[in-house]
């Protein structure tokens, strides 16, 4: 249940793919802050190509950001503010989510809530429209992840799967409102960051490429929409009954490792790092099936986003991962977590001894049911 489980994800930060020219806009961002912290606020903006960060000054209470970009971005603004429990300790916090477009953009923070005022471009105008369609889902979500979190906390497993119903009927909803905001506005200038939203990390093709093709050929042809036709090309390539692509990547002792060598056996192809949280909270799962079915065909070919080869080498040891592992000790911009649009992990890809892909995403005791199945024939 996408809701639930735990995902570690980011946009990657890297360039994906080559840079397309296109005309680029001026924004002036005007920014005035009743925060009584002295120091600098920083911007993440979502830009097609990769994110891009920024900062500047505040003084006397106002703070600027110029710049040029392709189009209009999503942008967030954030500041490091102290920790009182946590002496020289400071933690992020996020203080406006809004759309950077031409022109002007006056930003006022009144306090750390994230409900700054923005005046914006016709963007922000969309931007607003769309969250005002939202309001009570967004509402009923916060209310309800509050639920879950005090269930987690009290270690309430069954609270926990009763609260899951809830959580699919509200994504049902929310989805459908994407839908239906897309549907009506094919020339929005926010579209693709609201297909992106819908789409989420693995793009269901029925769904979402009918949704796409739907846009206009301005929305699609922009930076974004050129980088999500990407996405939507690689999702093609590995759906559930497409041949895997193959790769070779090394080994901690420096061995090159295809996935093609692995031809004859079920391989899961496991996208994971050292420092993806719910993704070492899944190993165990992945070592019990390895354990259970490595002498009945099946094998674990291990992909790790990491960029520190000590740290990726500590947790293979400390999570007992014995089956090969690659990386390119990139992180994010693994080659390939690229060739397979990887954007969030933990996430797997179990291929057949032909080399087809049969499943995507299992894990716990999904991964149970599909292993014991297959060995099952």
Not at 168 to 178: F, P, Q, V
Request: charged fraction near 25%; proline fraction near 5%.
């Amino acid at each position: 249940m996408k809701r639930i489980v735990l995902i570690a994800a980011l946009f990657l930060p890297g360039a994906l793919w080559a840079q397309p020219k296109t005309k680029s806009i001026n924004y002036d961002i005007k920014g005035t802050s009743a925060i009584n912290q002295p120091g600098k606020v920083y911007i993440s903006m979502r830009k097609a190509w990769g994110n891009k960060v920024d900062s500047a000054e505040v003084t006397d209470g106002q703070f600027v950001f110029k710049g040029k970009l392709e189009e209009p971005v999503y942008a967030s603004i954030f500041m490091y503010l102290e920790v009182p429990e946590k002496p020289g300790g400071k933690s992020r916090k996020e203080i406006a989510k809004f759309f950077i477009d031409k022109g002007t953009t006056t930003v006022n923070i009144t306090d750390i809530s994230g409900d700054a005022e923005v005046k914006g471009g016709a963007a922000q105008t969309e931007l607003a429209k769309l969250t005002a369609m939202e309001s009570s889902l967004v509402k009923k979500s916060s209310d309800l992840q509050k639920q879950y979190r005090k269930l987690y906390d009290a270690k309430d497993e069954e609270g926990m799967k009763k609260l899951e119903a809830k959580f699919e009927e509200l994504d049902g909803k929310r989805s459908a409102t994407l839908r239906a905001y897309l549907k009506q506005n094919p020339h929005t200038s926010i579209g693709i960051y609201v297909i992106n939203n819908l789409a989420g990390y693995d793009i269901n093709i029925p769904e979402i490429e009918p949704i796409f093709n739907n846009l206009s050929d301005e929305v699609k042809q922009s930076p974004s929409g050129e980088a999500f036709a990407k996405r939507l090309d690689i999702a093609k390539k590995t759906t559930v009954g497409q041949p895997s692509i193959d790769f070779s990547q090394n080994t901690p002792e420096g061995t090159p490792v295809s996935l093609s060598s692995f031809r004859g056996k079920y391989v899961l192809v496991d996208f994971w790092a050292s420092w993806c949280g719910p993704c070492r909270a899944e190993n165990p799962n992945v070592v019990k099936a390895f354990n259970q079915y490595k002498d009945k065909n099946f094998t674990v070919f291990g992909v790790s986003l990491d960029d520190s080869k000590d740290k990726w080498i500590k947790a293979i040891e400390k999570d007992q991962l014995t089956w090969s592992q690659v990386s390119d000790l990139k992180g994010w911009g693994n080659a390939v977590a690229k060739l397979y649009g990887i954007r969030a992990i933990p996430q797997n890809y179990l291929v057949n001894p032909e080399g087809r892909i049969i499943g995507k995403n299992l894990r716990g005791e999904a991964l149970e049911r599909k292993l014991e199945e297959l060995m099952a024939d």
